[in-house]
């Protein structure tokens, strides 16, 4: 993850292999309930005046930007079909939220292709107050929830940050067998 972007494009190879590998995650159901709202050019400045605050950071200088979305309404009326028995669309049902933990599954494999393209990118989230003016700007339906968004470009840092001291140990979040 970096902050500092230079003003180089993404090229269109690049952003096209970032969306093609998006769409391949898992999905509970395969009911794909992901959008992807990407953000290039003068759309940039209306997204920073609307998010706030991480505007005034130097990563509003990237010139990409992608935001993941879930659509709950997509997983609930997938799962209200006859092939998966259930005949309600009743959320109790969820142990946990797969329309976000598929989205976010989306965002690492955003991620990981960004990597693999030899480019930089920042995960961050959108202020809760800052989602309904994210939607009236950008005309995104109520039924998809941004679970963030990543910045994407090449990186500008002098040096990368070393994080290791923050890093968890491994023995202290990885347990065999038992806890």
């Given amino acids: 993850m970096v902050r500092h972007f ?24 395969f009911s794909q309930g992901q959008a992807f709202l990407v953000l290039t050019g003068a759309e940039l400045k209306r997204f920073w005046e609307v998010t706030g605050e991480a505007a005034d950071y130097p990563v509003a ?9 879930s ?46 393209e030899g480019l930089a990118a920042l995960y961050f989230g959108i202020v809760p107050e800052a989602v309904e003016p994210f939607r009236e700007a950008f005309g995104v339906p109520d039924d998809h929830e ?6 994407i470009g090449h990186n500008a840092e002098a040096q990368p940050r070393d994080l290791r001291a923050r890093r968890r140990p491994a023995q202290d979040v990885i347990h065999y067998g038992r806890w």
């Fill in 6 to 29: 230079t003003d180089e494009p993404v090229s269109a190879e690049s952003l096209d292999r970032i969306l093609r590998n998006a769409v391949r995650g898992p999905s509970a159901g």
């Fill in 61 to 69: 200088t990237a010139p990409l930007v992608i935001v993941p979305m």
């Fill in 71 to 116: 659509a709950k309404r997509v997983y609930l009326d997938r799962y209200a079909l006859p092939d998966k028995g259930w005949t309600d669309r009743d959320e109790k049902r969820w142990p946990v939220p797969f329309w976000h933990i598929d989205t976010g599954m989306a965002a690492l494999l955003i991620l990981l292709t960004v990597v693999d």
């Fill in 146 to 151: 941004p679970i963030g968004a990543i910045a």
